[in-house]
């Protein structure tokens, strides 16, 4: 993106992720193949390649679900959010793989088609050894394919940004659903404990990481109210309604922004840019990435995720888009940021509050 801001296209950068990957996928892919060989050296190689797709998949989901509260935990992981939605359409696109290949395989030679016989070959829902764990995998699959069709812009909009969202929070029930999948599927067979460390191992990593960056944000968030609350103007600040929003004005980055939560819970971005500060929400009016994870390119604070950009000053886009985000009046006091929690009008120029580093 740059002042004459063009959509985002095809870039060294998008490819460069997208090699990766690709590198990630077959090199995933060829070491279970690899090491399944050599444990088992008369196994069927159709099989290996049928749950090597799977654990790649699987893999995928882990990276795809640990990106977010990684980069809120270090900005090191920010460049991992761009272009995020090509490694959750290739994870899909692993996944229906396996998917399809399983349905081949296994349910294309009797009587009923393929996707009616996996669902109904079995109904023993009362035991945990033979539970039907394919149709878990299956609905899975539906989620992803639903998400995977909808990852493109048009459907943001023709969704609205809160059904969208929705419709992607879904990917949580999807793991859980494969964890499942997993669990009373080839866990039940398999006698070598690798595989129940590994799935626990994986299972411990996402809610153990989503747990600490909830944490640490909360905590981050309290203590900075609590620190800010102490200057001596408070009183004076309060009656005009503002409120405590962190202690540290001359520590925020150049071009780069420190995130805090209003009193309501809205998160917002205070950006430094020259030796002013101006606070902005923190949701993107594209996906609701975080625009504080991004950083001020050619005076616009540029979204980490796919390079939406809005002007420091007014929190609109330069021409010719026309979205805007909100924005905030500060007041920075011996140090410490305050805020207004009510956001000015759309649209309107913000001066900022000096605060030199
Ligand atoms: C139509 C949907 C699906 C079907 C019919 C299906 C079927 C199967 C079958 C038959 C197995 C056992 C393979 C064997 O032991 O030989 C399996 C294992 C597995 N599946 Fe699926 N699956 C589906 C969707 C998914 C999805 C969406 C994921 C994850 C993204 C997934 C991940 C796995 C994993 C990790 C294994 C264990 C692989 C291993 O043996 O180590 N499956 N699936
Ligand atoms: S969420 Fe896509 S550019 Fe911000």
Redesign the pocket.
Known sequence: MSAHYQAVGWNRHKKTYDLVVVGLVVTCLAL?VAVGMWRVPHANPV?LL???L??T??V??HLVLSIGPLARLSPVFAPLLYNRRHLGVT?FA???A???F??G???ALGDAEP?TA?LTANGRLDSVSQFP??PL??V??VI?ALMAATSHDLWLKVLGPRVWKSLHMLVYL?YAL?VM??AL??LQ??TSPT?SWALGGGVCWVLGLHAVAAMRTVADDGHMRRAAGSVADEAALRTEGFVPLFKGAREVPTDRARVAALPAGQRVAVFRHGDRLRAVSNLCRHQGGPLGEGRVMDGCITCPWHGWQYRVEDGCSPPPFDEKVETYRLRVVSDAVWIHPTSAPLGSTDEGEEATL
Do not use: C
Request: charged fraction near 5%; proline fraction near 0%.
């Open positions: 279970f099989t049928l749950r090597g799977g654990v998949g699987f995928l989901l994870m692993v996944a229906a396996h998917g399809l399983a349905l395989y296994y349910h996707i996996m764990f394919q995998g299956f899975a699959l992803l999807a494969v999948h997993v599927g080839v067979s398999e595989l």
